[in-house]
């Protein structure tokens, strides 16, 4: 009976095999793509000399096996650290087991979707592009060869052959103009070279993977890194993911003929893009914090594949250069919980995450004190040399008082035109008192679709869903901040800068940080546009804020004593009303929360204007503030000779803000 069921085993063994040479089979245009002189293949090449292509194509697997069985997968350009020797944790599993059935979750904002037995790379259960694009980065692959390296059941491999064999079938370049638009868009076929590197590498030591399913991967493999080059993102971030991955792919495979060239190809475009994408202040000019971390990663990543592949001299010491002040201009934006403002398309991040990004740049930079702070969670190094800090190209400005949690740091964007990431809200800003961001910035929701997604990323880039000033609550029409004034001083920091928000109206924002304790907002409305002006602030979804519309004024009202007060200051007419406010801080996910306007009307050519203070407090009573014009005060040429009056204790503040 045993030997009948062995003899049962050899047979589907022998079958499988079978089917798979005839799936792929071998002859000598299958190592057209080979280096047969790379040390290492000398077997190879001596096989095919002798027209033993299967012969040369098991000589080539016991090289790779080899090759791999030495050394750990190389997870080191993946968006998040990857340890192949824990244990293989719930998420990965899920995925993994939920692949076996065909069920894949392309875009973490959404559950897993069934595709069917037969695979239909096509479907689009979600009218969102990010759900369609990211499932041709079948992140998933790596999923299933995690959790092959944590038990060994041949069922992850055998999986993970298929799909990839299915994927390659189905969804050859020039389908059609649908097809290339998701599956060949470079920024997934990139996502896919690196994603593949340590999934082969974990997977090519399984007894399934036969000598013809590695010659059709590599194959593959090489037809995707040799579409990079010529097919690159224009700019931005999705030019340097693919130059980082394509600089990867060449030396993970340089075994390959053209690998040098790929290699090549990834540094010469990094080199170019570092000096265009990245402004002197040291800010990625696509003005999201969330993706200028990812370009520092991406500009390190490269660095260090190019160390391991012995050509970083490739790139000049102004490089690293670069890098280092973009780290320090990420700091300058940094909150103390390690989260920095939702400008643009960004969202909030795990403090653990970031901890391992800033030790990951430490690397790079150890004599660095004020990084080697952020990436000892403050147990070393040194709080940075400065305090408010302007990042003057890219218009972030930040008014700061400390760097603990107990600090107030104000993080405002007054900024150029950004790229696909920016919105139009120059002058809106995030404010951070005592372990608190009570002004949390709208975030993004989602990206891309058809019309049902539009509308709802729409929702998240008006102007007027961002604390900052708008005619009849319509978008600015361009952010192009011209700064007229930064000085920072130990009692009084100030900015004011201009932006042509609309046509025939320059919204003109001054912001004094005064006693390093509270903000005065200074509005003004510079043009013959006439409607209903409005200035809107946006508070926390848990603040639960008291309206009192006859003191215009809001301030919120938390249990533990650790408040804000917004309120105008203005003397003649302004009217307060509520609005409509959300917040997002992941991917598809929401939340209502507290918003609010000032508002006044604009009738003839004269220039109006809001003054508005933003005062934290402590204790569950709004303090009393109210303000009065000295002589000599003329807001319109800059002059402020002003007296503040806050529960009865008067001060003085005299300064040009232009």
Known sequence: ???????????????????????????????????????????VKNAIMASKYNEA??????????KNSNKEPDFSNGEKTVDPNSPLDPSNRAAADSALLHKFQPQKGYGFFDYGKDINWQLWPVKDNEVRWQLHRVKWWQSLALAYRSTKNEKYTKEWMLQFADWVKKNPFGLSEDNDRFAWRPLEVSDRLQSLVPTFSIFVNSPEVSPQFLMYFLNNYHKQAQYIPTHYATAGNHRLFEAQRELFAGTSFPELNDAPEWRKSGIEVLNAEIK?????????????????????DIFLKAYRTAQKAHV??????????????????????????????????????????????FQSWLEAFPKNDALRYFATDGKEGKTPDFLSKGLTTAGFYTFRNGWTDQ????????????????????????LWVNGRNFTPDAGCFVYSGDAEITKMRNWYRQTRVHSTLTLNNENMVITKAQLNKWETNKNLDILTYTN???????????????????????????????????????LKEDSKPVFDQTGSKVYTNYADGNNLLIQSLNTDK????????????AYQKELKRPAFVFEKQKNDDKAQRFVSVVYPYTGHKAPQISI????????ENGNINLSITIDGKKSEIKTRIK
């Open 407 to 430: 600090a107030t740091i104000m993080i405002l964007k007054a900024s150029p035109p950004g790229e696909f990431h920016a919105q139009p809200d120059n002058g809106t800003f995030e």
């Open 500 to 538: 042509p928000s609309y046509a025939d109206l320059n919204h003109q924002r001054s912001v004094l940080f005064i006693n390093q304790k509270y903000f005065l907002i200074i509005d003004k409305a510079i043009g013959k546009a006439t409607g209903n002006l409005g200035v809107h602030f946006q």
């Open 628 to 635: 009065q014009e000295n002589a000599g005060n003329d807001f």
């Open 276 to 296: 265009k994408q990245v402004y002197p202040d040291g800010v990625q000019f696509e003005l999201s914090p969330v993706y200028h971390a990812s370009s520092i």
């Open 574 to 585: 302004v009217t307060l009303h509520e609005e409509e406010g959300k917040v997002s801080y």
């Open 57 to 66: 194509a098991q000589e080539l697997l016991n090289y790779y096996r080899k």
């Open 312 to 357: 970083e001299n490739e790139f000049p010491a102004s490089y690293k250069q670069t890098v280092e002040r973009m780290v320090m201009a990420f700091i300058s934006i940094t909150f103390p919980n390690y989260n920095q403002p939702m400008f643009g398309d960004s969202w909030l991040a795990e403090k653990r995450f970031r901890i391992q990004q």
């Open 1 to 43: 009976m045993k030997r009948t069921i062995i003899y049962g085993l050899l047979l589907v063994i022998l079958s499988l095999s079978k089917v798979q040479a005839q799936q792929h089979p071998i002859a000598k245009e299958s190592f057209a793509s080979i280096n047969l002189n790379y040390p290492g293949l000398e077997k």
